[in-house]
């Protein structure tokens, strides 16, 4: 309880030293970059990433988060790449820690020259772009070994402080947070802190994020952002063959969680991914409802017809693989979907499988059945009506009529398909409200529990993600929602 207090001390001190322009400009609609430049702790740190994925939730498209950070170096070597690394970004706002490396005994840097270096990046940052917000930052304390290494390191970290307060800058004082944990209990420090001075992910989100969410008085949620690779060896490619893909989710977890989640398919035509609106966005929603939204950014096809498909089975594998972790009940694991996006949600909720037993990966195991899907102005149809756009992003130039057929989701509605929410404008001029009509149709014919809201007006993408349209599908949802005891 104590550790807990002092945590929330600290932050909101932090908080108190300034206001965060970063903040001030998004919520003006501005675009802005950030340059975090630093050590391993930012180079390799989950933080980061946490962090990019927090500001996205919030301000969809406007923050872009650049990692200038390396492993292994300080602050002598910050003032050398400086320019590469962080001017040349032109960045708006960038966060600096150098200290746990300047406390190094091998580089031999006394706490004066590494203040002189510390303030030589922020008047040359300054002199480039004056109106740059530069942010300061302690860092976790290291222990065993590594503290053997950097006996003075409290010294640097104290320095940082003098210049945040002498300079008025922002200072986030990770250090005075992580201290009441190490003192009061070592076992979840080791837990956080595996190696003795690299934070892990679990380290980063319970700990750094929320620190440096809540300074720069961005909203507090339960938890920051998590990204999770879904294939952390290698990707089918569905043809027998496998390669390196950077599949991920990022799993946004409401604050009072109702156990209910849901898998969520940006669109973008298969030839991109939409995710601000159509991704993190919609899992901000979700959240503000109890629902854990889970952003999938899956692998564009080119061609190759079953590399999306293979990225949302995994991801609902993976889903109730984590549920517990997650607060989600695994029989309440939904998927939405937007576009082609609800093209990629469709096949999910007729082209499932149980899980293979004998798999040597447990997550495979399990089934891959979404226990119910959302469709929002869906991609239904692989014929003639089809958005073509998406079809040859998936299917390529000339795909067999065996092809078309299989991923026309209208022709693959079993009994076992998912029970089905769509919704649609009838004024749809890019994916016509006949392949939400026909999606419908096949659910009912097949006896399906399924809701269909047709919507007179909003077009595709209903008026920009805003007004009395976009409002009534997502009210529909929940009720729907609701009406099957997925959610309260």
């Not at 962080?86 to 200290?99: H, N």
């Amino acid at each position: 309880m104590l550790d807990r207090l002092l945590f929330l001390m600290c932050t909101l001190f932090a908080t108190a030293q300034a206001g965060a322009d970063l903040v001030k400009n998004l919520e003006a609609g501005k675009a802005q970059t950030v340059v975090t430049y630093g050590t391993s702790l930012t180079a390799g740190g989950a933080w980061v990433g946490q962090f990019g994925a927090a500001l996205e939730a919030r301000w969809p498209g406007r923050a872009k988060v650049v990692n200038s950070g390396q492993g292994g170096m300080w602050s002598k070597w910050g003032v050398e790449n400086l320019d590469g690394r962080v001017i040349s970004k032109k960045p708006d706002t960038v966060l600096i820690e150098f200290g746990i490396n300047d406390a190094f005994l091998q580089y031999k840097t006394p706490v004066a020259e590494a203040r002189a270096n510390l303030e030589t990046m922020i008047d040359r940052v300054f002199s480039a772009k004056a109106d740059t917000e530069i942010i300061l930052m302690t860092m976790n304390p290291p222990v065993g070994v590594h503290l053997e290494r950097r006996p003075a390191i409290a010294d640097y970290y104290e320095m940082y402080r003098s210049v945040a307060k002498e300079r008025k800058l922002q200072m986030i004082d990770h250090a005075a947070n992580w201290a009441p944990i190490l003192a009061n209990d070592r076992a979840r420090f080791d837990r956080y802190v595996p190696d003795g001075i690299h934070p892990g992910a679990e380290g980063c989100r319970e700990v750094i994020t929320p620190a440096l969410l809540k300074a720069l008085g961005i909203p507090a949620v339960a938890s920051a952002p998590e990204k999770v690779s879904l294939w952390p060896q290698q990707a089918p490619a569905g043809d027998g063959t496998f390669e390196k893909a950077e599949v991920t989710i990022t799993v946004h977890r409401p604050e009072k969680p109702n156990g209910a989640a849901m898998v969520i398919c940006p669109g973008g035509g298969y030839g991109g991914l939409v995710v601000g609106p159509e991704g993190h966005g919609i899992a901000m929603w979700l959240n503000s409802h109890g629902i854990t939204g889970l952003v999938l950014e899956y692998r564009l096809p080119k061609g190759r017809s079953a590399v999306p498909l293979l990225d949302a089975q995994r991801a609902t594998r993976t889903v109730r693989s984590r549920a517990k972790d997650w607060g989600i009940d695994p029989a309440k694991i939904g998927i939405i979907g937007f576009s082609a996006g609800g093209h990629l949600a469709a096949t999910a909720a007729t082209r499932h499988d149980d899980g293979d037993p004998a798999a040597k990966d447990p997550v495979e195991r399990l089934g891959c059945r979404p226990d119910f899907a959302v469709l929002v102005y869906p991609v239904i149809t692989m014929g003639e009506t089809t958005h073509g756009g998406s079809r040859k992003n998936l299917l390529g130039p000339s795909p067999s009529p065996e092809t078309i057929a299989l991923f026309s989701a209208e022709k693959q509605v079993t009994g076992k398909t998912s029970p089905t929410y769509l919704t649609h404008a009838v004024n749809d001029r890019i994916v016509p409200v006949s392949h939400s009509r026909s999606f419908h149709a096949a659910l009912e014919e097949k006896k399906i529990p399924a809701e269909y809201l047709e919507l007179p007006s909003g077009d595709h993408g209903l008026d920009g993600y805003k007004g009395p349209m976009w409002d009534a599908w997502q009210a529909g949802v929940l009720k729907w929602m609701a009406a099957r005891k997925i959610m309260p």
